[in-house]
């Protein structure tokens, strides 16, 4: 890739074609992930005070491309690394050059859009360029999306926000079945397209649930999980502590009196496998616990083996979920 483009990159001047062409060369070359994310740091850190519309782009991408290589290898390694680790996220960015335009460009604000993902077995977090923090559960995905009267997030999976309120722009949490609207707030969503029911917690502040048609539905309170029916299209409200709701953001799993079933489909999500029972009594057993998200899922299996009794089997797949049989028949 040239120096050329990685300036129209930084700029923001490069063609949807030509940024899409450079972040699948970013994402695949891990040496070019190195010149990128340091010359991509250099060049914010470089335009952030500079209010001339005028600056001459070029000259200082040259001036940042003489401090990168005069930069040992390693040690761009070494800080590329860490930023990666810390990130622990895949972030594809529609528009990189976004914040450039914001600080070198004057009135009126453009369209910005934004993609984060979060893979199986991880959790992400993101700051939003008003502030607002998102962090993202295994296997979630939240595409952002910012213009002049809104700021709109539309959420597969579960994500929990805090959100940086601004009266004159909105924030807006978009399922596929409710809107979740910003009054000063934090709350928890979580929308997977295979569960049952969407579900909003709100920790702290206040939040309005909004249909699909922007018809408001309720207001929460902090301590209130609303919980939508998909089957039934139905939305009840429930109390409950929103520390059990949120404790995967420490990386626990915190289970109170649940049922088997949904203790698998929640150990299913984080360790990217698929659960099936020997009968259907066994998934309305109930069982309370603290597990770290850290442990195996194999320690997990065992110790319901060793607490429980029940047994289990693993059907080891390569290109699907492997199958995780439960019963209360030992297999051989």
């Known amino acids: 890739m040239s120096d050329e483009l990685l300036s129209k990159i930084l700029s923001g001047t490069a063609s949807e074609e030509e940024k899409r062409a450079y972040y699948e060369k970013v994402a695949k070359d891990e040496s070019f992930q190195e010149e990128f994310y340091q010359t991509k740091s250099l060049w914010v850190r470089a335009t952030a005070d500079r209010k001339?519309?005028?600056?001459?782009?070029?000259?200082?991408?040259?001036?940042?491309?003489?401090?990168?290589?005069?930069?040992?290898?390693?040690?761009?390694?070494?800080?590329?690394?860490?930023?990666?680790?810390?990130?622990?996220?895949?972030?594809?960015?529609?528009?990189?050059?976004?914040?450039?335009?914001?600080?070198?460009?004057?009135?009126?604000?453009?369209?910005?859009?934004?993609k984060f993902a979060s893979s199986i077995g991880s959790i992400s977090q993101m700051t939003l360029p008003d502030g607002t923090q998102i962090w993202l559960n295994s296997g979630s995905e939240v595409v952002y999306h910012e213009n002049s009267t809104e700021r709109?997030?539309?959420?597969?999976?579960?994500?929990?926000?805090?959100?940086?309120?601004?009266?004159?722009?909105?924030?807006?949490?978009?399922?596929?079945n409710m809107i979740v609207r910003d009054l000063g707030t934090r709350f928890n969503v979580r929308a997977y397209p295979d569960d049952d029911v969407t579900e909003t917690t709100l920790i702290e502040g206040s939040a309005e649930i909004l249909s699909v048609n922007m018809q408001r539905v309720?207001?929460?309170?902090?301590?209130?999980?609303?919980?939508?029916?998909?089957?039934?299209?139905q939305m009840s409200l429930q109390e409950i502590d929103p520390s059990t709701i949120v404790a995967w953001m420490d990386g626990k799993f915190v289970f109170r009196n649940e049922k088997l079933v949904d203790i698998c489909d929640e150990l299913g999500k984080w360790y990217g496998v698929r659960f099936r029972f020997g009968d259907d009594?066994?998934?309305?057993?109930?069982?309370?616990?603290?597990?770290?998200?850290?442990?195996?899922?194999?320690?997990?299996?065992?110790?319901?083996?060793?607490t429980t009794h029940l047994n289990y089997s693993i059907k080891?797949?390569?290109?699907?979920?492997?199958?995780?049989?439960?019963?209360?028949?030992?297999?051989?």
């Open 52 to 114: 001339d519309s005028n600056i001459n782009l070029d000259e200082e991408y040259r001036s940042l491309r003489d401090k990168v290589n005069g930069v040992p290898k390693a040690g761009i390694r070494n800080l590329t690394r860490i930023w990666i680790g810390r990130a622990a996220m895949i972030v594809v960015l529609f528009s990189v050059g976004w914040l450039a335009h914001q600080l070198l460009l004057p009135k009126p604000q453009m369209d910005f859009t934004q």
């Open 281 to 306: 009594v066994i998934e309305d057993y109930r069982y309370t616990a603290n597990i770290k998200r850290t442990t195996s899922i194999s320690y997990v299996l065992k110790m319901l083996n060793i």
């Open 218 to 233: 309720c207001e929460l309170k902090p301590g209130h999980l609303a919980v939508y029916d998909k089957e039934k299209k």
């Open 152 to 176: 709109s997030v539309q959420l597969v999976g579960e994500a929990c926000f805090d959100v940086a309120h601004d009266e004159k722009h909105p924030f807006y949490v978009r399922t596929g």
């Open 316 to 332: 080891e797949n390569k290109m699907e979920p492997d199958i995780i049989t439960i019963s209360t028949e030992k297999k051989n």
